[in-house]
């Protein structure tokens, strides 16, 4: 069998690990073998850079947190996203090069061209078989962040001006790309938006 990239897209808050965890489990049921993965933080090495990125004092200037989160990518795909889909795998993952476009590139304002060319270098030009982007407006994002009780990391903790650029940078990022991207209103019921994703995926297997 085929291996399959699939990622999930969108603000924080948006339902993504929710979403990945049914995916997940709907495909084991259909007797695959699935990774479930994300970024930043899916290797030992990424654990650490991910301390680092998001909760280490003091300013990070942009280009670096972009390495940064390219350097997680790179170890991420080239230790476990890559062989298992060589082995014929589903690796579901929490964001990835569209996460570092929409974040470094729109809301860090560095440019999502430039942002989008590291990414590919730093993983040898692999994109997913299929993105799903989460869309939900900033305030509710929010809301739900808000509801989990937690200190905001240095992304969360950016303001709404930020944040509103990050969700126009992914619309824009999927209606470029209308063949790799499903958009769904993260605004629906958990189990309308599972079965969303399911329908398309099992399009793909
Ligand atoms: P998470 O909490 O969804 O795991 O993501 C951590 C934060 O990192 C989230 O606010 C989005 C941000 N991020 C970027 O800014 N660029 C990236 O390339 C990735 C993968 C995440």
């Known amino acids: 069998m085929a291996g399959l990239f699939i990622t999930l897209e969108g603000g924080d808050g948006s339902g993504k690990s929710t979403q990945s965890a049914l995916l997940a489990e709907w495909l084991v049921g259909e007797g695959r073998t699935v990774v479930h993965s994300r970024e930043p933080g899916g290797t030992e090495l990424g654990v650490e850079l991910r301390e680092i990125i998001l909760h280490r004092r003091g300013y990070i200037t942009p280009r670096a947190e972009a390495l940064l989160y390219a350097a997680d990518r790179a170890q991420n795909i ?4 890559r062989p298992a889909i060589d082995r014929g795998e589903i690796v579901i993952q929490d964001r990835y090069l569209d996460s570092s476009v929409a974040y470094q590139g729109a809301g860090r304002v560095l440019g999502g061209a430039e ?3 590291l990414s590919l270098w730093a993983t040898d030009g692999l994109l997913p078989d299929l993105t799903v982007l989460l869309d939900l407006d900033v305030a509710s ?3 739900r962040l808000d509801a989990d009780d937690k200190v905001f990391d240095r ?3 950016e303001k709404v001006d930020f944040h509103s ?10 209606a470029s790309e209308p063949s790799r991207f499903l958009v769904i209103d993260g605004a629906l019921p958990v189990g309308e938006i599972a079965r969303a994703i399911m329908e398309r995926v099992a399009r793909l297997l």
């Open 115 to 117: 942002v989008r060319e």
């Open 155 to 157: 992304l969360e903790a």
């Open 165 to 174: 650029r990050v969700r126009d940078a992914y619309l824009e990022l999927a």
């Open 141 to 143: 994002g929010r809301a």
């Open 78 to 81: 080239a230790t476990r996203v």
